[in-house]
């Protein structure tokens, strides 16, 4: 292979890595984006949200393009195979972590014509946790930690944590005073959203230790034990919403 073949797919793969780097903090950005329109019950940003979703889609069209494109004229094998497959699959996953944070979005204007709903202090913990899981799961694909990308794929039980905690209060609250219903359950709704994302993350956790071992995760993720990367937001789950 000569050298102008090899510096032409090293510039490929650069590409591409530098698209799915920056799919990766708009998704980011899109989820607290999301959160934060909750919280300050802001539907201008909500609307923000559901706008920038276009600029996921077409960043997820490009690194496509661009997958095939190296598939075609480069003919990677081994490693660098792996990491251009690897890439169409994390682009595909963000796409959606991108599309369900544009539903969040959506639910908030629908909610925030209630009175507060009690749970929306779980959901803004959730939705960090779930950021928090998003980023760290392209920090394991871009740095090829595969500790750190087994940190997510375990992590993922926080996220089922607080989901199960936002239905109780929701659905408890509505029991007590039904007259918000309607906000309530596009609440558990966003709250749905939120743990569907998470288990995208543990997706693109996955397809980052592919990369690097040719394997996907097979541990199962445990049902009870917490790690110390997720633990710290539960702490102060004990404050009245």
């Not at 309530?184 to 966003?190: K, W």
Request: include cysteine; proline fraction near 1%.
């Amino acid at each position: 292979m000569s050298d102008h073949i090899v510096s032409s797919f090293a510039e490929d793969m650069q590409g591409l890595r530098t698209e799915l780097f920056r799919m990766g903090h708009l998704v980011v950005d899109q989820i607290d984006s999301s959160v934060k329109a909750l919280k300050s019950r802001d539907d201008q940003l909500a609307n923000r949200v559901r706008l920038n979703d276009k600029q996921v889609d077409a960043i997820n069209d490009d690194i496509e393009e661009r997958v095939m494109s190296i598939l075609a004229l480069r003919h990677p094998y081994a490693v660098d195979l792996r990491e251009t497959i690897a890439a169409l699959k994390v682009a595909r996953e963000l796409e959606r972590i991108g599309d369900l944070a544009k539903n969040c979005a959506m639910r908030v204007g629908v909610i925030i014509k209630d009175d507060k709903i009690k749970g929306t202090k779980k959901v803004v913990k959730m939705g960090k946790q779930v950021s928090a899981n998003v980023a760290m799961a392209m920090k394991a694909y871009e740095d090829r930690d595969t500790d750190l990308a087994l940190d997510v794929w375990f992590g993922d039980e926080a996220i089922d944590d607080y989901c199960n905690a936002v239905f109780e209060t929701v659905m408890t609250g509505m029991m007590a005073d039904n007259s918000n219903i309607n906000g309530c359950t596009q609440m558990t709704f966003f709250a749905k959203n939120l743990e569907r994302m998470g288990d995208h993350a543990t997706r693109i956790a996955s397809a980052s230790h592919y990369v690097v071992t040719a394997e996907s995760i097979r541990e199962k993720r445990p049902k009870s034990d917490r790690t110390s990367t997720t633990r710290y937001l539960l702490e102060d789950d004990d404050e009245e919403d």
